[in-house]
């Protein structure tokens, strides 16, 4: 069984923003064809504004729920609008699901992953097949949450999740956008991946990495 520290976290944290600063070009292309070109940008600011917020605390008197905390605080600090509500969210009820806990089980963790797709979908009050971030975060938590529940490992919990996230970003293309900017194209936005749901996989998959 895994045990997870605030130390694993913090790194997890920084291999998302070395993962997103690497995808930022290619999300801002995606998101210059149903959008405003700068949700690379703004991914990128949020999780390095994160990282560098997690970088001074003593790790070893820090509980993983302090540090989410820190996490969300700094990532809506750096992006007020868009993904920086929903990310803040995200990290703000993953704290509350691991609440009292100096260390994470696999089971924990899988529990964090779910509070935080959530609370996504929670504060965009979006559904699955709107062509959103929800659209890969969503299937990835429930993905998760059926591997643990079938026994598997952390690593292969987060394993599925990731190949459920590429599925579900995959989809967006089929889907007419009805949520944000982008539901303005109507059925231009079809055809092109939601960057939302992509920046999401990035995510993910750097979590898998570093977690897995």
């Given at each position: 069984m895994t045990s997870i520290d605030a130390a694993d976290l913090k790194r997890m944290f920084d291999a998302i923003a070395e993962a997103i600063e690497a995808d930022k070009d290619r999300l801002c292309q995606l998101d210059g064809v149903i959008g405003d070109a700068d949700h690379g940008i703004a991914m990128a600011l949020g999780f390095n504004a994160a990282r560098d917020a997690l970088a001074p605390l003593e790790l070893t008197a820090t509980e993983p729920t302090a540090l989410l905390n820190t996490a969300a605080k700094s990532f809506l600090n750096a992006v007020g609008a868009s993904s920086g509500p929903l990310y803040a969210?995200?990290?703000?009820?993953?704290?509350?699901?691991?609440?009292?806990?100096?260390?994470?089980?696999?089971?924990?963790?899988?529990?964090?992953?779910?509070?935080?797709?959530?609370?996504?979908?929670?504060?965009?009050?979006?559904?699955?097949?709107?062509?959103?971030?929800?659209?890969?975060?969503?299937?990835?938590?429930?993905?998760?949450?059926?591997?643990?529940?079938?026994?598997?490992?952390?690593?292969?919990?987060?394993?599925?999740?990731?190949?459920?996230?590429?599925?579900?970003?995959?989809?967006?293309?089929?889907?007419?956008?009805?949520?944000?900017?982008?539901?303005?194209?109507?059925?231009?936005?079809?055809?092109?991946?939601?960057?939302?749901?992509?920046?999401?996989?990035?995510?993910?998959?750097?979590m898998r990495k570093s977690l897995g």
């Amino acid at each position: 069984m895994t045990s997870i520290d605030a130390a694993d976290l913090k790194r997890m944290f920084d291999a998302i923003a070395e993962a997103i600063e690497a995808d930022k070009d290619r999300l801002c292309q995606l998101d210059g064809v149903i959008g405003d070109a700068d949700h690379g940008i703004a991914m990128a600011l949020g999780f390095n504004a994160a990282r560098d917020a997690l970088a001074p605390l003593e790790l070893t008197a820090t509980e993983p729920t302090a540090l989410l905390n820190t996490a969300a605080k700094s990532f809506l600090n750096a992006v007020g609008a868009s993904s920086g509500p929903l990310y803040a969210t995200a990290f703000m009820r993953g704290a509350a699901a691991v609440k009292g806990k100096t260390t994470l089980t696999d089971a924990d963790v899988v529990a964090l992953f779910q509070a935080m797709a959530q609370g996504i979908q929670d504060r965009g009050k979006a559904e699955i097949g709107e062509k959103t971030m929800v659209d890969a975060w969503l299937p990835a938590a429930q993905a998760a949450a059926a591997a643990h529940a079938a026994g598997k490992p952390l690593s292969e919990s987060l394993a599925a999740a990731l190949e459920a996230a590429e599925r579900g970003a995959e989809a967006t293309k089929d889907m007419i956008a009805a949520k944000g900017r982008s539901s303005r194209l109507g059925e231009r936005s079809l055809g092109h991946i939601d960057p939302g749901a992509a920046s999401a996989v990035t995510v993910i998959g750097a979590m898998r990495k570093s977690l897995g």
